[in-house]
Structure formats: structure tokens, C-alpha cells
């Protein structure tokens, strides 16, 4: 199974409107990684949160961690057209260790 | 100003052929990596080197191999193609292979095998 699982798997708002995703992940982890991929491109690296950090932001970016739980939110506010894409979490067990990435959740927005 | 590039964007081949797929990048990163994403877009790590040394080395078929000339480029060889093969395999680097270290994706190769 994979560490990283986003919910939902699909998701589709009106521009404008924010836009939430969850990750969870099943064993302790160094920190977190939120990527995007837009259709039929490489992935870009959005957030880098630690295991000893709560709450990051970046732009219209926010992420949240809760190693309680074990799970990661991302929310984009605001969203554009151009937020279209498929939002992966990717995660990492100890230092030097490699990336563990979710199945992904495909956001749409509507103009 | 391409930071990491790969070729062939596209690559359809029959089964049992063999096929390689380049990697450059340009952003003086030390460590580069291929990952395999299924048709459901599951992104799975295959290989990673540091400075040309192998240092991941996922649960990998070996008919694959990886092949690092130099430190900018990460070459993937495969022999003998089988159906289950086609999918997008992507080439990332990031500056060191700390984890850390956001990685740089390039943009995809689609292999297709038929």
C-alpha cells in the first residue's frame, strides 16, 4: 500500500473557491513533500513541511502537519484555472531516505 | 534554460526490443533519480545515484539499468521490453541526496510497448 494517500482522489471547485486535500501516511516520517503535476508534465515541488513543524505557508499555500495523526492537509486558496492539476503528497522515513509518493488528488477548477 | 531533460518524449517500441531513455540536467545537482508512474499515477522510485554512485536501488527488474556517465546525466537502459513495462518514467535531481532536498522532475518520457 502506499505510505502516502491523498483524499480525496478527485475534486472539483469554481475559481475562487479554496481548494483542501488530505494526506495520510502509515509510519513515522522525517517530513513532507507536496508536489503538482500538471497533465502530461514533470512534477513541481510546492512545500517542504519537517516532522517537528505544524503549520507552513507559501504563496496561497498552506499546509498543515499532524504527526499524531499522521496525516497532512494542503489547502489552496483562492484557486485559478491554472490551479488545475494533480496535487501529490511524498514523504520520507529518516534522514537521506528516498521520497514515498501518494496516489495523488486531481483538482479542477472551473472558470 | 532546460533544467532537467529527457529523450524521447515519446517511445513506442514491440515487445523484446531494447531501449534506452536519457537524462540531462543542468543545475550542477549531485544526485539524480528515475521514478516509474503508472497508468493509475502511482510515482514509484526505481533508482537514484549520488556523484555516479548507485545509492537506491528499488525492487527493480534487472533488465533495467541505470547508467550515470557523469554526475549530469542518468541514463536508463532496458532490455527485453514487456507490456507491463509501458508506462511515463520520469528523471528528477535534487542538490544533494539529503532528504531535505526538494528534487526538480523533468518532463516525462511515455513508453508505450506493444
Known amino acids: 500500500s502506499q505510505q502516502g494517500e491523498e483524499d480525496p482522489q478527485a475534486l472539483s471547485i469554481q475559481e475562487g473557491e479554496n481548494a483542501t486535500m488530505n494526506c495520510s501516511y502509515k509510519?513515522?516520517?522525517?517530513?513532507l513533500q507536496w508536489y503538482r503535476q500538471n497533465s502530461g508534465r514533470g512534477l513541481v515541488h510546492l512545500i517542504l513541511i519537517r516532522s517537528n513543524e505544524r503549520e507552513k505557508h507559501s504563496g496561497r499555500l498552506r499546509v498543515t502537519l499532524d504527526t499524531s495523526k499522521k496525516s497532512s492537509s494542503l489547502l489552496i486558496t483562492a484557486s485559478r484555472a491554472a490551479d488545475t492539476a494533480s496535487y501529490f503528497c511524498a514523504t520520507t522515513k529518516a534522514a537521506g531516505n528516498k521520497l514515498t509518493f501518494g496516489g495523488g488528488t486531481r483538482v479542477l477548477v472551473k472558470p | 534554460d532546460t533544467a532537467v531533460s529527457q529523450t524521447p518524449k515519446y517511445l513506442v517500441t514491440q515487445m523484446g526490443n531494447d531501449k534506452s531513455i536519457k537524462c540531462e540536467q543542468n543545475l550542477g545537482h549531485d544526485t539524480m533519480y528515475w521514478y516509474k508512474q503508472d497508468s493509475k499515477k502511482f510515482l514509484k522510485i526505481m533508482f537514484s545515484?549520488?556523484?555516479?554512485?548507485?545509492?537506491i536501488n528499488e525492487t527493480v527488474p534487472n533488465r533495467f539499468s541505470p547508467k550515470s556517465p557523469d554526475k549530469a546525466h542518468l541514463n536508463l537502459h532496458i532490455n527485453s521490453l514487456e507490456l507491463g513495462d509501458s508506462a511515463v518514467y520520469f528523471c528528477?535531481?535534487?542538490?544533494?541526496?539529503?532528504?531535505?532536498?526538494?528534487?526538480?522532475f523533468g518532463p516525462g518520457t511515455r513508453l508505450t510497448v506493444l
Open positions: 509510519t513515522s516520517i522525517n517530513n
Open positions: 545515484y549520488n556523484n555516479k554512485e548507485l545509492i
Open positions: 528528477a535531481s535534487s542538490p544533494q541526496a539529503g532528504d531535505l532536498n526538494e528534487q526538480f
